[in-house]
């Protein structure tokens, strides 16, 4: 996506005088579905029920649609100018404007930050941000009493208890302060309040904070930097190339807010330069969200993520319109919006439409990308290597190395996981929560979310001694990251990323490189990976594969065990059932599992008393709250300076329907180290019939110009860069 911005009109120039028929076929199939839901439920009572559920129960529901419907009338009133639709909103603001200050704070009690619709203040803010949308629609049609009864009974009282009446909710840098600053600058603008836009922008001053939260530390920043409020989150929150440090399934949630809010500053307030802020980074945060998914188009599951939410859900089509309409007009967002199949009611998604149907839809390719985290980059970050075979067919690997992420982020340094067509192949579990279902914890994170899904054991990574990474301490982990090392992707058939941490452990460094080695031969790309740690002691290291789909073999013996008992007592050792224990007796071993009509093999550099533990979740949860998926975990005990090495094969297929299975056996062999040092690591494996491979890695010294020479088993081999790859066909050079 480049970040060139386009001119800005008002929603009203772009669309005055237009009728359906002339709209292009997307916005007017968008408008038509609007008007029918909006139509079938101004057919119907409108509710506004005293606030008493949680998230998934009736009332939560009721307010939530309500925002919604009320949105959609505005904007069909701004479209087709029929009364009807702005007098439905006004009666509807009436209704909440009779019953909003008779409410208390919400009966369940059970957030930081109470709400008073809702069970928590983020989704009144929710609330706010799109019913100001229709109040800003109907606003000049109003009578002036109404405007005044509305402004001084529902929103102005409304803002204030988002803002001065949850501080703590308010003033961190944060998604739910993101909603909170929006909602009240959003509203502050359609009333022309120039105090709730300049605390929307600003914050609440800390002097003006009670004392007991001027050095609150739930918001990471507000206490190094005092600063808070809307372009505090923009200044804050992103990397300089707009990776969001909370994630993409946050990222997601999040880009509502900023859009919208940025988009009404841009009309009303265009001396901030919002869309231009900071170098576009809202452009750059749209681009970031987008190549954050898998082949399937679900964003990558890190930190506290419901997995699933896709490309595809409605929030992104607006991530999509916008990004189109304001920064650029890339012809590839085009082709999501086709997928997407709606777009927004307003000039961004006219303009998409328009580009739809004059046929300028290009394919959208995602790319190998080496994101940064933290304000200023320098805080690690999170890698992304796609390869791409025969017609559009992607393997992506994710390896994260980035910062904490605030309260959602999880103690998994130096994790990875692995996607191919046919999903999640190697996984991250993502968050113990079912949003928005009232039966699991009423939509809440559950209390596994805490002693398993954040814990390092539950995710691909070395654990040590059983202790998560900084002793699963937030406060800890808040201070440190780990860095990238290499990110080589220039050559397509080799894709390089690796990274180091420091501080996981005290006393041991940690050191992970990852490839993507593509080569004809190969049905896919193959994943190698390196892991080694440096230490000060001896002690016991578990580098768990959690994957996906059913054990077909090994090749090496294992006992099952007939009761199941935990792996351990802590850091979410004691959520896992240990299923069976094998002791591989050769210098190498084999997993192979089948998934979604492929089959995968990953092959182990072993070493004497190394054990392989096949796991699985579901210890200590006696509400059923974890997923039981499978796991094997590789353990060698009693080392200071291990070395993890393996390569991951897809391979094969099986029809279900023909009960014909092809090519079922992963075929890598002899897989060994030639040199592991503190200066070169060298791995040689052969592929039956087509000879034999050696990857060697600059351990020391990542410097893409460096020129290095290494002498293996005789024979010298020079090259320049961090990696070098050298292929034996048939035995031969």
């Known amino acids: 996506m480049r970040y060139l911005l386009i001119l800005l009109l008002p929603f009203s120039l772009c ?10 076929p997307l916005f007017a199939l968008t408008l038509a579905e609007t008007q029918e839901q909006v139509d079938a439920t101004m057919e119907q009572t409108f509710l506004v029920p005293t606030p008493v559920d949680m998230a998934g129960g009736y009332t939560h529901e009721v307010h939530k649609q309500n925002w919604k419907t009320l949105m959609d009338a505005g904007a069909l009133f701004r479209l087709t100018g029929e009364e009807k639709y702005a007098t439905f909103v006004r009666d509807g603001l009436l209704q909440y404007a009779e019953a909003y200050p008779s409410w208390p704070l919400h009966p369940t009690d059970r957030s930081y930050a109470t709400g008073k619709i809702f069970w928590q203040s983020l989704n009144d803010a929710n609330w706010l941000v799109y019913v100001s949308q229709a109040y800003d629609d109907i606003y000049d049609w109003l009578d002036p009493a109404v405007r005044e009864r509305l402004n001084t009974e529902l929103f102005r009282p409304m803002a204030d208890f988002l803002s001065v009446g949850n501080p703590q909710f308010f003033n961190r840098i944060h998604n739910h302060s993101t909603w909170g600053n929006a909602a009240v600058g959003m509203i502050g603008l359609v009333m022309d309040d120039e105090e709730l836009v300049q605390r929307a922008l600003y914050g609440i001053p800390n002097e003006e904070l009670p004392e007991d939260l001027r050095d609150d530390d739930s918001g990471r920043i507000m206490s ?18 707009g990776y969001f440090t909370e994630g993409p399934y946050y990222l997601r949630y999040a880009l509502s807010p900023f859009l919208l809010f940025g988009r009404a500053l841009a009309e009303k307030r265009p001396e901030l330069n919002v869309l231009t802020y900071r170098d576009g980074i809202l452009g750059k945060a749209i681009d970031a969200l987008l190549l954050e998914a898998d082949p399937q188009g679900n964003f990558f599951p890190l930190n506290d993520s419901q997995k699933g939410m896709s490309l595809y859900a409605p929030e992104v089509v607006k991530s999509v319109d916008y990004g189109y309409f304001l920064y650029g007009r890339d012809p590839s967002l085009l082709s999501l919006a086709e997928v997407q199949g709606r777009v927004t009611l307003d000039d961004a998604g006219l303009a998409v439409a328009t580009g739809l149907a004059a046929g300028k839809a290009k394919p959208f390719r995602p790319r190998s990308i080496a994101f940064t985290d933290g304000p200023d980059g320098t805080e690690g970050g999170v890698g992304i290597l796609r390869a791409y075979g025969d017609g559009e067919e992607q393997t992506t690997l994710v390896m994260k190395y980035s910062a904490q992420g605030m309260g959602h982020g999880h103690f998994d340094k130096l994790s990875y996981s692995l996607y191919d067509r046919t999903g999640e192949v190697i996984q991250d579990y993502g968050a113990a929560r079912w949003v928005n279902i009232d039966q699991k914890g009423g939509g809440r994170y559950l209390p596994e979310n805490q002693t398993y899904a954040k814990q390092t054991v539950a995710h691909n990574t070395l ?17 440190h990251h780990p860095d990238l090392y290499a990110f080589a992707v220039a050559d397509s058939n080799l894709q390089l990323v690796s990274a180091v941490a420091e501080q996981a452990y005290p006393g041991r460094r940690l050191h992970r490189a990852q490839w993507l080695l593509q080569d004809p031969v190969f049905e896919h790309p193959l994943v190698i990976d390196l892991f080694r740690a440096t230490g000060d002691r001896p002690a016991v290291h578990d580098l768990p594969t959690w994957y996906m789909g059913q054990l077909m073999a090994t090749d090496f013996d294992f006992v099952t065990n007939d009761t199941l008992r935990p792996l351990g007592t802590d850091h979410g050792y004691q959520h896992l059932f240990l299923e069976a224990r094998g002791r591989p007796t050769e210098a190498s071993a084999s997993v192979e599992w089948f998934s979604d009509e492929r089959f995968y093999t990953q092959t182990m550099i072993t070493e004497p008393g190394d054990e392989i533990l096949f796991v699985r979740p579901g210890a200590h949860d006696p509400n059923f709250n974890l997923r039981r998926d499978p796991g094997f975990v590789l353990r060698r005990g009693g080392v200071t300076n291990p070395t993890f090495v393996s390569v991951l094969e897809s391979h094969g297929s099986y029809n279900p329907r023909d009960e014909v299975a092809r090519n079922p056996f992963g075929r890598i062999s002899d897989l060994r180290l030639l040199v592991n040092d503190d200066n070169y690591f060298a791995l040689e494996f052969a592929y039956p019939n087509a000879g034999r491979w050696i990857l060697i890695f600059s351990t020391k010294d990542a410097d893409p110009e460096r020129e290095h020479t290494l002498n293996i088993n005789g024979q010298s081999h020079q090259w320049r860069g961090v990696h070098h790859l050298i292929k034996h066909d048939n035995e031969s050079e």
């Open 463 to 479: 654990v040590v001694d059983q202790v998560s990474h900084y002793n699963g301490d937030i406060r800890i982990a808040e201070n």
């Open 224 to 241: 190094e930097t005092g600063r808070a409020g809307f372009l505090a989150q923009l200044d804050l929150s992103f990397s300089p190339d």
């Open 15 to 24: 669309l005055r005088g237009q009728v359906q028929a002339d709209y292009p």
